[in-house]
């Protein structure tokens, strides 16, 4: 059988940027072998299956696979088919909201499209972040990812795991040259960064430019993710980082995360975070997203 794809790149308003992403239109008839056999062989960080919603009020269904399993929840694939759906129901600057069913739960979207290939969409999340027990000690986080434990941590920042539907180990480095340095030490990095989910999220402060801005990378090879251009889910989990270690009042906070620069992906993603009363009330990933290829893919 025939059925239609498309391919963007996501969080970036140029092809060839960003992260890319896979989405299969027609996935009716498809099992979760099929699903996981496609995503290997697009070999994308993720893949999306769209299914028509099991409520008639959201837009869609979506499954989202990486090369090597499923997950309940992900943001560039969010942020790629949102904008792709926006599209598809026409061209316009008028903005779009909807909801998509993803396995962690309705994501609420508002895309706003501009011309026939490219668009931003935000997100809320489905679900606030949440700081986990077992993060790695500065010693083993530097030793999975090849660096001098010295450079492990910046002001109050130290090592910590929080999820936001998908954990992640979040390891703070002291500047942009100590991160560009990082990368996966083989066994070590699965023993520091260990679980159902190996999947460490280093990060610096990006001391050009004004506001909030930081620069992070993504090494998930356990989960067939050598290094991710651009990581929506890790982003949203980083709210929960900065409520931890930033000195954040209340209102809304307006953050940008830099990824893939390193791959020559470079990516943006934009973090917003409303606080009330101490608390994180809500948070909110947007980004950008441009059509690069559509054809068939025969299963």
């Known amino acids: 059988m025939r059925r239609r794809f498309v391919t963007l790149d996501v969080f970036t308003d140029r092809p060839?940027?960003?992260?890319?992403?896979?989405v299969v239109l027609d996935s009716e008839g498809l099992d979760d072998a099929a699903m996981q056999r496609i995503a290997r062989e697009f070999n994308l960080s993720e893949t999306v299956f769209v299914w028509p919603p099991e409520d008639a009020r959201h837009r869609?269904?979506?499954?989202?696979?990486?090369?090597?399993?499923?997950?309940?929840?992900?943001?560039?694939?969010?942020v790629g088919t949102a904008v792709?759906?926006?599209?598809?129901?026409?061209?316009?600057?008028?903005?779009?909201?909807?909801?998509?069913?993803?396995?962690?739960?309705?994501?609420?979207?508002?895309?706003?499209?501009?011309?026939?290939?490219?668009?931003?969409?935000?997100?809320?999340l489905p679900r606030l972040p949440e700081a986990l027990e077992d993060a790695p000690d500065a010693m083993l986080a530097a030793w999975g990812l090849g660096l001098d434990p010295a450079v492990i941590g910046f002001d109050r920042h130290r090592a910590s795991r929080h999820s936001a539907g998908v954990p992640y180990d979040f390891v703070p480095v002291s500047s942009l040259e100590t991160l560009a340095q990082a990368k996966p030490a083989g066994e070590a990095f699965l023993k520091a960064f260990g679980g159902n989910h190996p999947a460490a999220y280093v990060y610096a402060r990006q001391p050009i430019g004004s506001g909030q801005r930081f620069r992070a990378r993504m090494f998930a090879p356990g989960m067939g993710i050598a290094e991710d251009p651009a990581t929506g889910s890790a982003a949203a989990a980083f709210a929960g980082v900065l409520m931890q270690y930033e000195p954040l009042g209340d209102g809304e906070h307006a953050i940008v995360v830099e990824q893939g620069y390193e791959m020559g992906r470079p990516s943006e993603i934009q973090l917003q975070v409303t606080i009330r009363s101490g608390v994180l009330a809500s948070a909110e990933?947007?980004?950008s997203a441009v059509i690069v290829s559509e054809g068939e893919i025969r299963a």
């Open 16 to 22: 060839f940027a960003g992260n890319p992403l896979a």
């Open 60 to 78: 869609a269904s979506l499954r989202i696979f990486t090369p090597v399993r499923e997950l309940p929840f992900a943001g560039h694939p969010t």
């Open 84 to 124: 792709l759906l926006a599209l598809r129901e026409g061209t316009g600057a008028d903005a779009r909201a909807f909801g998509l069913e993803e396995r962690i739960g309705i994501v609420p979207c508002v895309v706003e499209t501009d011309g026939d290939d490219r668009g931003h969409a935000r997100f809320r």
């Open 285 to 287: 990933i947007g980004g």
